[in-house]
């Protein structure tokens, strides 16, 4: 194991540079996408490498569960560790899986409310609900059937080319099940804090994504940009228990003034000659030391421990 177990939780460090200039050199679908598989990958990495800290943290602590032989002197010699370090990785990893737990129970209560919110209405795919508060949000369904869901108060306040422009953005966020996105790179935040500038990113690049999609539906770049505008003029603040997937609006002035400029082209991955391209390469780089890592820590503990709990 030695140096190479603590790689995956710094690794993600590399991927901040591709978090900034895929906003703005890459096509929203790509980057999205790109995003996502980084942070989620990088978390997975660096849980397992926090798993890995705790169980070699945990063989040395009194009355462990584990097999007498895993605190054998032969495996500590075997496995150079720091000892603080593994045991802060007990309390490390219990505070991951409580904080990712937590959310995902926070962003299915907050689904199953709007859910029964919509309990009385036919099962269409666009639900308007009697309500002078101001709102529309993408609602993820099941086997990909989703709804959109708006306010009285929300269509009042646009006009008819801009409630066009509104239900294309929203039905966007269905097609392309956005919503998986905004968790994965929710989960990988709380997983690592290093990765909150990709969460952030993709909160972005998935409205910009639905922006350009419902702007080649609707025909017109600056209608959509308008809409937009008003949209976020009436909508209320969200409040503190809402999540991405289900309501935000992201910068809404660079959304703007993205949709005010010439369609981005292209959904292919970045040249390696260009500033995004190389971005995007040492995120690649990054995350496959890391996959490599953690799996060379894992496999370098399981033939450890496992000779050390073999019988003589």
């Known amino acids: 194991m030695g140096v190479f177990v603590f790689l995956p939780l710094v690794l993600p460090l590399t991927a901040w540079p591709v978090a900034r200039l895929a906003e703005q050199r890459l096509h929203p679908h790509t980057a999205t996408r790109l995003l996502a598989v980084v942070a989620g990958l990088s978390a997975v990495c660096s849980t397992l490498c926090l798993g890995l800290l705790m169980i070699v943290g945990t063989a040395q602590l009194p009355g ?7 605190s054998d002197p032969g495996v500590r010699a075997a496995l150079p560790y720091d000892e603080f370090a593994g045991r802060a990785a007990i309390p490390a990893l219990i505070a991951v899986l409580v904080s990712c737990g937590r959310a995902v129970w926070r962003r299915s209560r907050v689904r199953r409310g709007a859910e029964a919110a919509l309990a009385g209405l036919r099962a269409r795919s666009v639900a308007v609900l009697p309500d002078p508060v101001p709102y529309a949000y993408a609602l993820p369904g099941r086997r990909g059937r989703g709804r959109v869901v708006v306010s009285t108060g929300m269509l009042v306040g646009l006009g008819p080319a801009e409630r066009r422009a509104l239900f294309a953005h929203e039905r966007a966020h269905v097609r392309g099940r956005h919503h998986r996105h905004l968790l994965t790179v929710h989960l990988a935040a709380r997983a690592n804090p290093f990765l909150r500038p990709l969460r952030t990113a993709v909160n972005y690049t998935t409205e910009r994504w639905a922006d350009e999609e419902a702007a080649a539906e609707v025909g017109s770049r600056r209608v959509v940009a308008r809409a937009i ?19 935000g609006t992201g910068p809404v002035p660079r959304r703007v003034e993205a949709l005010l ?30 996959a490599l890592s953690s799996a060379n820590s894992a496999v370098t503990l399981f033939r450890v421990l496992r000779a050390a709990a073999a019988p003589m």
């Not at 462990?64 to 895993?70: E, H, T």
């Not at 991955?269 to 995350?287: K, R």
């Open 229 to 247: 505008g008003r949209a976020a003029l009436l909508r209320p603040r969200p409040t503190a228990g809402a999540l991405p997937a289900l309501v």
């Open 261 to 290: 400029s010439p369609a981005p082209v292209g959904r292919a991955w970045p040249s390696v000659f260009t500033t995004a391209g190389l971005a995007a390469w040492g995120a690649a780089f990054g995350v496959t030391a890391s």
């Open 64 to 70: 462990n569960p584990l097999p007498d032989g895993w």
